[in-house]
């Protein structure tokens, strides 16, 4: 093997992908198309589970400041927003950076981990057999052939390696035109900020931390010719005044593109060594940076489980795990993407639907149960029966602990900043920690007094933040049906 996993694509999920590999000693090689990372952002903002996963890396330093958190999140341009301080989580705020930041902070991990980033780098071939993949792409000298356990496509919506696999992307077509442009606004405080809905579209302008403005045109039941033709400030100005009925004052644009609203989800997530992360397997109009969100946190479902393949002491089915608990967040992600979307036509019908849901938000349960759909704090993996001797946290992330062990003491986000699991002891004995002692390597124990801790005396929660396993002291202890000794079986082999 020339490496042990080729990953295709070096934006964002390729990179937290990498990372997630090079953290427990997995060699990587990236393969990404462009020369250099973009100048510009497609994505802007992170949602509070993904700046909970980075910061269980310890990756929110240089990203995370005071002007950068913010306590609301739009749905659909309605009012009262999502209110995200009302959530239960160590971070509830949405955290304004943009994409370009992110890529440049992942890439630099990335390197500082050993993994070999390849920019340049086209991808033409992949083949794969029982043993590997081989991946062909061209490069400034010429072609390079790499031999690798896995590879895995973060290539985006158009993914090559998504079509060399042969897995289906079905979905719907774009039905709708939208146009961005970041600029500088002659006159900023004459403009309403946030979405503007017309019987002819919508207009969304937003400021950013360095005073430059973007702004989002959308125009219905009509899509671009070509996705990729370059967008003239005549062409954008046009939009907005047949949106508008008016002109906004704008200086000379730094970028503008544009986009539709296609929507589609790969019927597979893996297909023998080849999988697939972030746009690659999914994608859907992109409005509140819910794909760059979505993307960051397949990246880390994925990573532990693939390293425990390429190192050799996953279970058979550990990846498929990967498809099983992703593929229904997506879905339910572009389910809300395109329910949005139908928020925002026009027309009376969709007028007097908006005022309904506007009255719903109102109503702090309904506001707090909505905001923790969207960012991901309310998912819950379906990681045992639901039984009644399954406590709820069993499935979903863990928010920080304070553990005592001895003298020492830590927090779980810092335990996991290794990219292991953590065994959590709260009892007073050690028949917890005697249980999971031949799991060492891979798991890490933490026994003592803690503050915080969620109605289990023993809790097992993976590398990626999630609880695999709670019970009690005698059930830890047991090596039967639902015992701590299964779980660790299951999550991190034999």
Same mark, same amino acid.
């Given at each position: 093997?020339?490496?042990?996993?080729?990953?295709?694509?070096?934006? %964002?999920?390729?990179?937290?992908?990498?990372?997630?590999?090079?953290?427990?000693?997995?060699?990587?090689?990236?393969?990404?198309?462009?020369?250099?990372?973009?100048?510009?952002?497609?994505?802007?903002?992170?949602?509070?589970?993904?700046?909970?996963?980075?910061?269980?890396?310890?990756?929110?330093?240089?990203?995370?400041? $005071?002007?950068?958190?913010?306590?609301?999140?739009?749905?659909?341009?309605?009012? *009262?927003?999502?209110?995200?301080?009302?959530?239960?989580?160590?971070?509830?705020?949405?955290?304004?950076?943009?994409?370009?930041? !992110?890529?440049?902070?992942?890439?630099?991990?990335?390197?500082?981990?050993?993994? &070999?980033?390849?920019?340049?780098?086209? !991808?033409?071939?992949?083949? =794969?057999?029982?043993?590997?993949?081989?991946? #062909?792409?061209?490069?400034?000298?010429?072609?390079?052939?790499?031999?690798?356990?896995?590879?895995?496509?973060?290539?985006?919506?158009?993914? @090559?390696?998504?079509?060399?696999?042969?897995?289906?992307?079905?979905?719907? *077509?774009?039905?709708?035109?939208?146009?961005?442009?970041?600029?500088?606004?002659?006159?900023?405080?004459?403009?309403?900020?946030?979405?503007?809905?017309?019987?002819?579209? &919508?207009?969304?302008?937003?400021?950013?931390?360095?005073?430059?403005?973007?702004? !989002?045109? &959308?125009?219905?039941?009509?899509?671009?010719?070509?996705?990729?033709?370059?967008?003239?400030?005549?062409?954008?100005?046009?939009?907005?005044?047949?949106?508008?009925?008016?002109?906004?004052?704008?200086?000379?644009?730094?970028?503008?593109?544009?986009? +539709?609203?296609?929507?589609?989800?790969?019927?597979?997530?893996?297909?023998?060594?080849?999988?697939?992360?972030?746009?690659?397997?999914?994608?859907?109009?992109?409005? +509140?940076?819910?794909?760059?969100?979505?993307?960051?946190?397949?990246?880390?479902?994925?990573?532990?489980?693939?390293?425990?393949?390429? =190192?050799?002491?996953? %279970?058979?089915?550990?990846?498929?795990?990967?498809?099983?608990?992703?593929? %229904? !967040?997506?879905?339910?992600?572009?389910?809300?993407?395109?329910?949005?979307?139908?928020?925002?036509? *026009?027309?009376?019908?969709?007028?007097?639907?908006?005022?309904?849901?506007?009255?719903?938000?109102?109503?702090? $349960?309904?506001?707090?149960?909505?905001?923790?759909?969207?960012?991901?704090?309310?998912?819950?993996?379906?990681?045992?029966?639901?039984?009644?001797?399954? %406590?709820?946290?069993?499935?979903?992330?863990?928010?920080?602990?304070?553990?005592?062990?001895?003298?020492? $003491? #830590?927090?779980?986000?810092?335990?996991?900043?290794?990219?292991?699991?953590?065994?959590?002891?709260? #009892?007073?004995?050690?028949?917890?920690?005697?249980?999971? =002692?031949?799991?060492?390597?891979?798991?890490?124990?933490?026994?003592? #007094?803690? @503050?915080?801790?969620?109605?289990?005396?023993?809790?097992?929660?993976?590398?990626?933040?999630?609880?695999?396993?709670?019970?009690?002291?005698?059930?830890?202890?047991?090596?039967?049906?639902?015992?701590?000794?299964?779980?660790?079986?299951?999550?991190?082999?034999?």
């Amino acid at each position: 093997m020339d490496t042990s996993v080729v990953i295709v694509g070096g934006g %964002p999920v390729g990179l937290m992908t990498a990372c997630e590999l090079g953290l427990v000693g997995v060699r990587v090689t990236v393969l990404e198309r462009a020369e250099r990372r973009p100048e510009h952002s497609r994505a802007w903002g992170l949602h509070p589970r993904t700046v909970e996963t980075l910061d269980r890396r310890g990756l929110l330093d240089g990203i995370l400041h $005071e002007r950068a958190a913010w306590p609301k999140l739009p749905l659909a341009g309605l009012w *009262p927003l999502l209110d995200l301080q009302a959530m239960d989580t160590d971070h509830p705020y949405l955290v304004n950076v943009p994409q370009a930041r !992110v890529e440049e902070m992942l890439e630099e991990r990335a390197r500082a981990l050993g993994v &070999t980033v390849l920019r340049g780098h086209e !991808v033409r071939e992949l083949e =794969q057999d029982d043993d590997g993949v081989t991946v #062909t792409a061209g490069g400034p000298s010429g072609d390079v052939r790499l031999r690798a356990a896995y590879a895995v496509g973060c290539d985006g919506g158009r993914s @090559t390696v998504r079509r060399l696999a042969g897995i289906d992307f079905p979905g719907t *077509p774009a039905s709708v035109a939208s146009l961005l442009c970041d600029c500088t606004m002659v006159n900023m405080g004459a403009e309403r900020r946030g979405m503007t809905r017309t019987e002819r579209g &919508t207009v969304n302008i937003n400021l950013r931390p360095n005073g430059t403005a973007r702004i !989002v045109t &959308t125009e219905f039941d009509t899509a671009h010719k070509d996705r990729d033709a370059p967008v003239g400030i005549d062409e954008f100005r046009a939009a907005v005044r047949r949106i508008l009925g008016r002109d906004v004052a704008m200086a000379e644009p730094t970028w503008t593109a544009r986009f +539709g609203d296609a929507t589609r989800q790969a019927d597979r997530y893996r297909a023998g060594r080849v999988l697939l992360a972030g746009d690659a397997a999914h994608i859907h109009f992109p409005y +509140g940076g819910l794909g760059l969100n979505l993307g960051l946190q397949d990246a880390v479902n994925l990573g532990w489980k693939l390293a425990g393949a390429v =190192q050799g002491w996953a %279970p058979d089915n550990l990846l498929d795990t990967y498809q099983q608990e992703r593929s %229904p !967040v997506a879905q339910w992600v572009l389910d809300y993407s395109r329910a949005q979307l139908a928020l925002l036509r *026009p027309g009376r019908d969709v007028t007097a639907l908006r005022s309904l849901l506007a009255g719903v938000l109102e109503g702090p $349960e309904a506001n707090k149960y909505l905001a923790e759909l969207v960012t991901g704090i309310g998912i819950r993996y379906a990681l045992a029966d639901d039984g009644e001797d399954v %406590p709820d946290v069993v499935g979903t992330m863990l928010g920080d602990l304070v553990v005592k062990d001895g003298a020492q $003491e #830590t927090t779980l986000t810092r335990a996991l900043h290794m990219g292991k699991g953590v065994l959590l002891d709260f #009892t007073a004995t050690a028949e917890a920690a005697k249980a999971a =002692q031949p799991w060492s390597e891979r798991v890490r124990t933490l026994s003592g #007094t803690g @503050t915080g801790t969620p109605g289990a005396e023993v809790l097992l929660v993976r590398p990626d933040g999630y609880v695999a396993w709670a019970g009690r002291a005698a059930a830890a202890a047991g090596t039967g049906e639902g015992s701590l000794r299964l779980a660790l079986s299951r999550w991190f082999g034999d």
